[in-house]
Structures are given as C-alpha cells and as structure tokens.
C-alpha cells in the first residue's frame, strides 16, 4: 500500500518541496506540472506549482499544490495536516527532527515516552507539523 500525503502552500510549494528534497535525499516522481501547463492560465499564476509528487519512504508519497487566492482557494495552513514519520532508529529519528525544526519550532522534543515510542513533534518552516516516532519494537 502506498501513502500520500497532500500539502498546500500559498505560492512557496516550489520552496517548500526542494526542502523535503534535500532532507529526504530522494527525486520528484514526475516533472512537476505547473498552472501554466493548463490552457488559459493568467500570465501571473502561470510559474506556480500544480501538482508535484515527493517519494519520502518506502511507499509513502508528498504531493503538494500552490493554492492561489486568484482562483478563489481559502488555504488555512499549518494545522490542517500532520505527517508522521516512524524512523528506523533513534539516530535518524533525531536527524529527521533537528533538520525539519530548522527555521521552524520545536513544539514537543524528541523524548521517550510513557507509551514506548522516542517520539516528538515540530512545525516546519512552512508551517506544517510534523510527528517524528520511533517505536524500538517495531
């Protein structure tokens, strides 16, 4: 089974992909499309991103769109979506978190916890949350 997750920015998708890119080391699935590929697109809205799609791990894909204003979105970022991320070892675990909280808050550090996992949470730069858990069991 495969897993995405779809975020939506207001005009910084382009910015905000190239930073998953370079935390999680991995290539777009596809060239991302753009507003400007469909016919008829504003001169202004042409450079925004359409669609685009982030492979992360084993299955589990990030798909993310501008949502401009002009084409009557009501975009309410950041606490609308979470993503949780179950890392392999407490040494990744800590790796994914210290570089997702950079520019961004750390809202529950990394810490064991009562229920097993060395779990934590943060909200990106970008202002999306983000759930780090390592299970050892798992």
Known sequence: MKVSVYLNFANSTEEAFAFYKSIFGT??????ARYGDMPGMADDLRELILNIQLPIA???LLMGSDVPDAMGFDLKP???V????????REEADRLYAAL????EARM??????WGDY???LTDRFGVLWLVA?????
């Open 109 to 114: 550090p990394l810490a064991d916890q009562f």
């Open 58 to 60: 084993d299955g589990y």
């Open 134 to 138: 390592h299970s050892p069991s798992a």
């Open 82 to 89: 979470q993503i949780c991320l179950h890392p392999d070892s």
């Open 119 to 121: 779990y934590g949470e």
């Open 101 to 104: 909280a950079e520019g961004g």
């Open 27 to 32: 290539e777009y699935a596809r060239e991302p």
């Open 78 to 80: 950041g606490n609308n």
